[in-house]
């Protein structure tokens, strides 16, 4: 007898030979990280964790801010598992965060996977949230939400990045849920909202040339600051030349910056880092640089 597996379970072997599924229980995570200045200096706030996520602080690059690491001890996110991240960067602070490598969400058996994710930028604070990818397996089931709080004089620059299915593996994303909202409230007001979903046949809206026209990934950025609009047209000049592999733009939307990067996943990836690395540079004055934990 044999029992089909998915990667929300663990197979086992019995000493009759035939293979059985157990199931790992659904985890509900938190990660906490807050910061403050003093003296010019960032520090340390407050710092809670609960498995499976953790937060680690190495030591940044030579003038560069502090960096917080997010990493997911379980290896990835099944249906059930709800994960909570808040991050707050005090007044006058500055602090990169960034994951320890792409998070990956698994095949479902019916549950969805939340995630919801919360930002805030004091007055005159420097917040990055970089993203890796987040690769959604044949099934997967994401919910993920993004708040984002941009108190006046403060700036923010935030993105996600999914990636649909596995080519190199030979899978593709053709059943499932993806929603990836994002609010962001600028002096307690609402100035912007998104939203990507699409439920159960995912194959034919990622198809669509209407909708993704086929692209295997899609990166998206949102920079807020009360002087954003004025760097537009510096921003665009930052972007790479495009590829056969992306494709990608900035526009403004009321007040704000907004990019999409779309096309084969290690072509967005390179190009999503390289821009990032270099509008770092223009908008703060700081190291064109990315994490060491993330390549290109």
């Not at 035939?18 to 509900?28: G, T």
């Not at 909708?211 to 998206?220: E, H, I």
């Not at 733009?249 to 990019?259: E, K, Y």
Request: charge should be neutral; include cysteine; aromatic fraction near 6%.
């Amino acid at each position: 007898m044999s029992v089909a597996t998915s990667p929300s379970e663990a197979p086992a072997r019995p000493s009759g030979g035939e293979v059985v599924a157990l199931r790992r229980s659904a985890v509900s995570g938190e990660a906490a990280l807050a910061v403050r200045a003093e003296g010019g200096v960032t520090r340390l706030a407050k710092l809670h964790q609960r498995d499976p996520l953790s937060l680690r602080l190495p030591q940044p690059g030579r003038g560069d801010v502090l960096e917080a690491c997010l990493i997911t001890t379980s290896g990835g996110v099944v249906g059930g598992d709800s994960l909570s991240i808040e991050v707050a960067a005090g007044t006058g602070s500055a602090l990169r965060v960034y994951p320890q490598a792409a998070e990956k969400v698994y095949r479902s058996l019916g549950a969805d996977s939340r995630i919801a994710v919360g930002l805030s930028a004091a007055e005159g604070a420097w917040l990055e949230w970089l993203p890796q990818e987040t690769i959604l397996f044949e099934g997967a089931r994401l919910r993920r939400d993004t708040l984002v709080d941009v108190a006046p004089g403060a700036r923010v620059l935030a993105g996600e990045f999914l990636v649909f299915g596995r080519r190199a593996s030979g899978e593709s994303l053709s059943r499932g849920l993806i929603h990836d909202g994002w609010r962001l409230r600028r002096g307690g007001r609402l100035v912007w909202a998104d939203a990507l979903h699409a439920e159960g046949d995912l194959a034919a809206p990622l198809a669509s040339a209407a909708c993704l026209g086929g692209v295997t990934a899609f990166a998206s950025l949102v920079y807020a600051a009360e002087d954003a609009v004025e760097h537009l047209e510096p921003l665009r000049a930052l972007l790479p030349e495009e590829s056969a592999g992306a494709r990608f733009a900035l526009t403004a939307i009321n007040g704000l910056v907004v990019g999409r990067f779309l096309g084969e996943a290690l072509a967005v990836r390179r190009a999503y880092g390289a821009f990032w690395a270099a509008a770092r540079a223009h908008l703060a004055d700081l190291p064109a640089a990315l994490p060491r934990l993330w390549h290109l």
